[in-house]
């Protein structure tokens, strides 16, 4: 049974008709809910997330999927449309499908992680793509976009994380409703899921250091300039003392009646420029 969270038809079904309890029914129509199982006497909650890859949705706003396995059936809950559950349905017309409830809870795991490889995969080559941006033209723009990435990796680990919790204990849990060969199966894929949790870490600290890179090039470069204005204004402020004395309308003022005085006074601002060059070198400040 799949059936829409929205339908409080489904609901009354879930409530009245399915033989579940009441715990099991409320969790089955939680409104915010983190991947999780819940063992009972007759079978198990299973609380999944997968990525949203309908029209105009961020894969990162992950959808639930809320699950009760027992010995002959499966009843999932959910609120959109999730390409995996149309993955495993359309395997099970075809009779290449799961055979009893386990297993199809195991494949729709599978197919769950089947659909977050291919984002972490873009992930991944849209960092490379910044990183050898950076390396070649060193563009700012590059830091909205590294935001993003790591906003949305650090996302998917939110509820990748505890799902592969879920499915440790699923495959770790003796319980009679998962056979051998299924806890196998949802094993595999909660070591899949670490993987991709391992990947999501990387990419947040690849994220992080060309981050750190990029406001390491921006701190010299503005050190570069604010080292040129003051290597500008130590040459200029002597100058400007000397013109600004020589420039004060009072009488007393050497060289008023001589017609070199002008060219004496450029002569004298030159000497001064070429001795400060001198011992800004001797300083090693040039």
């Known amino acids: 049974m799949h059936l829409d969270r929205s339908s409080e038809t489904a609901q009354k079904w879930v409530e009245n008709e399915s033989g579940l309890d009441q715990f099991a029914s409320e969790a089955l129509f939680e409104i915010e809910t983190r991947p999780r199982c819940i063992n009972f006497r007759q079978g198990v909650i299973v609380i999944l997330r997968g990525v949203n890859l309908n029209p105009g949705a961020e894969p990162e706003d992950m959808v639930a999927l809320r699950l009760w396995v027992d010995e002959s059936r499966v009843i999932s809950v ?3 449309q999730l390409l995996a559950a149309q993955d495993v349905r359309k395997d099970l017309t075809e009779t290449l ?5 386990a297993w199809l809870l195991a494949a729709i795991a599978n197919r769950l992680i089947d659909r977050v490889g291919p984002i972490i995969d873009d992930m991944s080559d849209e960092v490379d793509g910044l990183d ?3 390396l070649v033209s060193g563009n700012r723009a590059i830091r909205s976009q590294l935001l ?4 949305e990796a650090i996302l998917l680990r939110r509820y990748l994380a505890p799902q592969r919790d879920a499915l440790t204990r699923l495959h770790q849990d003796e319980h009679p409703v998962i056979q051998q060969n299924n ?3 949802l094993r595999e894929t909660a070591d899949r899921v670490q993987r991709i949790i391992e990947e999501l870490d990387e990419l947040r600290e690849r994220t992080a250091i060309i981050q750190d890179e990029l406001s390491t090039r921006i701190s010299e470069q503005m050190n570069k300039t604010m080292y040129l204005l003051t290597m500008v204004a130590s040459f200029v402020m002597p100058l400007s003392f000397v013109t600004g004395l020589l420039g004060v309308n ?3 003022i050497p060289g008023q009646a001589n017609g070199l005085a002008f060219p004496i006074v450029i002569g004298i601002l030159v000497a ?3 001795v400060q060059v001198f011992i800004f070198r001797r300083l090693k400040w040039m």
């Open 183 to 185: 806890r196998m199966r």
């Open 132 to 134: 050898e941006d950076l």
């Open 97 to 101: 499908g799961p055979r009893d409830a």
């Open 272 to 274: 001064m420029v070429v």
């Open 78 to 80: 959910r609120t959109v």
């Open 148 to 151: 993003h990435i790591r906003r």
């Open 250 to 252: 009072v009488g007393g």
